[in-house]
């Protein structure tokens, strides 16, 4: 039931963008696994129009992309560093094809609203959308950055990157002074020997 949900409106966009299933058929048959954990694992194989439909098989699948779920609004959102956190298993080829093909698939929800209530309010309305949107993701990094700052500066449950490199220069130090520490106490040694 979900696997109709997620395929059938990534088709639609597929079969608007011809040069994204003309990309796909070259790996007809190929099966892909993308795995939102602990939400969802979706299995789908490539059709030989370079469509893409639900796998039920319980064989592992071609190639496995995971991704987090807090990576999902920088993903929808087209942020390119977002891509780079994705994780592959599996024919490394194949999912650097699909995650390509990704980067550059931007469905026209305005095109298709346009269709049903008319192009002026369906360009107000996606406007609208995209503005909730950009709301929603300036929010999450607007959180994240405070909780960030509170956990360094008033409940210090993360240290700052200065802090850190100092305490490894420090290390460093110590290390160096022990280890001329240990060279005088065995010429000492080979002294008293003598």
């Known amino acids: 039931m979900l696997a109709s949900y997620a395929t059938n409106p990534l088709n639609h966009i597929l079969r608007n963008e011809s040069w994204a ?35 039920r098989d319980d064989f592992e699948a071609d190639t496995t992309l995971s991704i987090l779920p807090t990576l999902l609004p920088r993903l929808l959102s087209h942020e390119e560093s977002a891509y780079d956190a994705i994780v592959i298993s599996g024919d490394t080829a194949f999912a650097e094809d ?23 309010p ?29 956990w360094q500066e008033e409940q210090p449950m993360i240290a700052k ?23 005088r106490i065995n010429q000492i040694i080979r002294q008293k020997n003598r």
């Open 122 to 150: 369906a360009h107000r309305i996606a406007q609208a959308g995209e503005n909730i949107f950009q709301w929603h993701i300036n929010l999450v990094n607007n959180i994240s950055e405070s909780l960030g700052e509170y």
């Open 21 to 55: 299933c003309k990309r796909l058929q070259s790996y007809e048959g190929k099966t892909v696994c993308i795995h939102i954990p602990p939400f969802v694992s979706l299995k789908m194989i490539v059709q030989s129009n370079g469509e893409l439909s639900h796998y």
């Open 98 to 120: 699909l995650i390509t093909i990704g980067k550059h698939l931007k469905p026209n929800f305005e095109q298709e609203l346009g269709k049903i209530v008319g192009d002026i």
């Open 161 to 183: 990157e200065n802090e850190i490199r100092r305490f490894s220069h420090q290390i460093e130090a110590l290390e160096h002074d022990v280890d001329q520490l240990e060279e």
